[in-house]
């Protein structure tokens, strides 16, 4: 019989390279479901950030020495393992940045600030992370743009058959996320992206909490921009980057100035680098490009479709088993989705929820999750997050049932 990608995969092996996963909290066994907000480091990557600083460390593209020019081409290849690993055309279509939350910053500023204008209109979802609305909301009141919402659903989908009505001539952006971090719904980027085109609008995919955990080729989904963080793919905090498509960022202005980003300066005025170059003013991140790519490395190495596949098993156990507890409500699609459970119980506000459950080593996450508007659609004060990741065990999900059926008893 055929066997799928993640029944190949020796799943214990890969949890021994994760350090961490030996601590233990408040006395108990730590039980990590906290991947959503940031992931895990495997030995690998923190071997590589060691390794640079151990022999390597110097700043990039300046010196005319030996480590200078080991640190810029490790960075520099970095940046091609990172274009790769997106399915980018070219590797100057890829700026480093601190991560998803900058990269959307840039699009507003540099591309926003060139061309949108009074009038024109920011399409955006009601599930979006704040990272991917404050700044649009930012841009409107600096340009007198407007922002138009596509609904979310009771479900935790998007109320798709409203889009004919948003995306209309005016609307210059079309920006949402790929797997919502709230709900775990999957949106049908590439259509999203086609429907956007078709009406002359760009758009901006922020894949915060896809780019690690199923396969993502931008070419593919035909996106304009797009958005995400290392850290939440087993990569350091501090690094992420922004795709952008080559003729795009060639017409955007800077935003950030200093150096590394200019050809030449006199007291009055500067020239500026080609892109990816001109967004990267000041000593960039070089230690976390390294560590990043070697979090691609490690993730390629076990392939997406396997991660995707045993995840999503893992996300179907957990809302199987968390059903069966009392007074409980899931949040999200019952279909294909990405392995991000959000809950809430009536027996408990998710705060004191999740203070439960840490006192017993089990990190879940509880609040509002950077979706404050999401959640007051919804009527809830927050919900409980638990999001797994490829060294997640359903061991791990039979002891946070236990632990929440205790909490449904110690709290009515
Ligand atoms: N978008 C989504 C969907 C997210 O889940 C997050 C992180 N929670 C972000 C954006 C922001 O990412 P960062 O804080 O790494 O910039």
Redesign the pocket.
């Known amino acids: 019989m055929h066997q799928v990608a993640s029944e190949r995969t020796d799943w214990n092996a890969i949890r021994e390279e994760f350090p961490i996963l030996r601590e233990h909290a408040h006395g108990h066994p730590l039980i990590y479901f906290d991947n959503?907000?940031?992931t895990q480091k495997p030995r690998a990557v923190i071997d590589a950030l060691r390794h640079y600083y151990e022999h390597d460390n110097a700043n990039v593209h300046r010196g005319l020495h030996e480590l200078s020019a080991r640190a810029t081409e490790a960075y520099e290849r970095s940046r091609q393992r990172v274009a790769q690993y997106l399915g980018a055309a070219s590797a100057d279509e890829l700026v480093f940045t601190?991560?998803?939350?900058?990269?959307?910053n840039l699009v507003a500023y540099a591309w926003g600030g060139k061309f949108v204008h009074a009038g024109d209109v920011i399409l955006l979802t009601e599930m979006?992370?704040h990272?991917?609305l404050v700044p649009w909301q930012l841009l409107a009141a600096r340009t007198g743009a407007r922002l138009r919402f596509v609904p979310v659903n009771e479900d935790g989908t998007l109320a798709l058959e409203q889009l004919d009505s948003l995306l209309t001539s005016e609307v210059k952006l079309f920006a949402f996320?790929h797997?919502?971090?709230s709900l775990g719904t999957i949106n049908p980027v590439a259509d999203l992206c086609q429907r956007a085109r078709a009406v002359g609008a760009r758009t901006l995919v922020?894949a915060?909490?896809s780019v690690g955990h199923l396969p993502v080729n931008v070419q593919e989904l035909g996106c304009d921009f797009l958005?995400f963080?290392g850290?939440?793919m087993c990569g350091p905090?501090g690094i992420?980057a922004l795709y952008g498509r080559a003729a795009i960022l060639d017409s955007m202005p800077p935003w950030h100035g200093g150096g590394e980003m200019i050809v030449s300066v006199t007291l009055e005025k500067s020239t500026f680098k080609k892109p990816p170059y001109r967004f990267e003013a000041g000593t960039p991140n070089i230690a976390g490009a390294i560590g990043l790519a070697a979090a691609i490395d490690y993730i390629e190495r076990i392939g997406r479709p396997a991660i995707f596949e045993h995840d999503a098993r893992l996300a179907a156990y957990a809302m199987e088993h968390l059903a069966e507890l009392p007074g409980m409500r899931i949040l999200g699609p019952s279909g294909r989705r990405g392995a991000i459970v959000g809950f809430v119980m009536d027996a408990a506000h998710p705060h004191d929820l999740t203070t439960f459950a840490d006192q017993r080593g089990l990190a879940l996450r509880g609040g509002h999750?950077?979706n404050q508007p999401l959640m007051r659609k919804f009527g809830l004060p927050g919900t409980t997050r638990a999001s797994f990741y490829f060294y997640n065990t359903t061991a791990e999900i039979d002891r946070m049932i236990d632990i929440l059926r205790d909490a449904a008893r110690f709290f009515s």
């Open positions: 959503a907000a940031t601190r991560g998803t939350t900058e990269s959307i979006e992370h990272s991917n996320t797997v919502s971090n922020d915060a909490q958005a963080s850290h939440k905090t992420g999750h950077c």
